[in-house]
């Protein structure tokens, strides 16, 4: 395409958001003095930038980089991994036929499942509407408070009380805590309850800079899962999602 053909203002926006995703805070003037532009011309295109979550301006007048530029790289990201699962659940559930297994994801302080397989429809990804699962009760739900970061965590508490979704599985908070605890030490989660339907196990999935990004969860019916059967599902979902899980450097 020939240089004329290119919009001028959007290069320039270009150019100033590379300058601030290589600097940690920059004045107008120092955008001015970097790019050749006018105060004037600068400014307008960092308040339409701003006005986008491209940019925004601390206390002290600098500019850093907004959070659209990282939530767009965060949905690639998604879409990278959702397509990485699809090919990841159909392999264990060739592994280990009766398995029922989901991807979930933290949204709007709700653990919801974006992708599941189950022996019901073999072979089959199935991508449920709005499916929550509870965060005292489930494999995926545990697994979100045991290995995402602690603001992640108090938002997933402070959206389900306690008192209204753990108190009745729990003895008390003490005994959720040390239970979280215990598996972040293992690496995983395995549900605890007794007279299960369902035993559940989940392992975490992280991002490339180590941030906890979703949980691969599995379960087998409790009447024909032996302690055998138990942990080579563990083991098959912490190597999956150790797969899944993008390489920190």
């Known amino acids: 395409m020939p240089g004329s053909d290119l919009v001028q203002s959007v290069l320039r926006a270009c150019d100033l958001l590379e300058h601030l ?11 001015s003095e970097a790019t050749g532009l006018k105060p004037p ?18 206390d002290s007048g600098r ?52 992708m599941r397989a189950s022996p019901d429809r073999p072979q089959a990804i199935q991508q449920p509407r709005r499916q929550v699962l509870p965060p005292y009760g489930s494999a995926g739900g545990l697994a979100c408070l045991a290995f995402s970061d ?3 965590a108090t938002r997933i508490r402070e959206a389900h009380p306690f ?7 729990w003895r008390d908070r ?26 559940r196990v989940a392992a975490p999935v992280y991002g490339a800079g180590g941030q906890f990004r979703a949980t691969l969860g599995a379960a087998l019916p409790a009447r024909t899962c032996s302690d055998d059967d138990l942990e ?4 098959r ?6 797969k899944l899980s993008e390489d920190p450097t």
């Not at 239970?179 to 690496?187: E, F, M, N, P, V």
């Open 63 to 114: 500019w850093r980089l907004g959070d659209t530029p990282r939530s767009l790289a965060d949905r690639d990201h998604d879409r990278d991994l959702l397509v990485k699962a699809r090919s990841v659940l159909l392999g264990i559930a060739d592994d280990i036929p009766n398995s029922i297994l989901n991807l979930a994801e933290v949204v709007e302080n709700h653990v919801v499942v974006q």
């Open 174 to 199: 003490a005994s959720l805590d040390a239970y979280l605890q215990r598996s972040r030490a293992a690496g995983s989660i395995t549900t605890p309850f007794p007279n299960q339907e369902l035993i």
């Open 150 to 152: 602690h603001s992640t």
């Open 41 to 58: 011309t600068v400014h307008n295109l960092l308040r339409t930038l701003a006005a986008r979550g491209y940019a925004n301006q601390d």
């Open 232 to 235: 080579r599902l563990r083991e």
């Open 163 to 169: 008192e209204e979704g753990g108190s009745a599985l």
């Open 21 to 31: 995703a290589g600097s940690d805070g920059i004045r107008l003037q120092e955008f």
């Open 237 to 242: 979902v912490c190597i999956a999602a150790e």
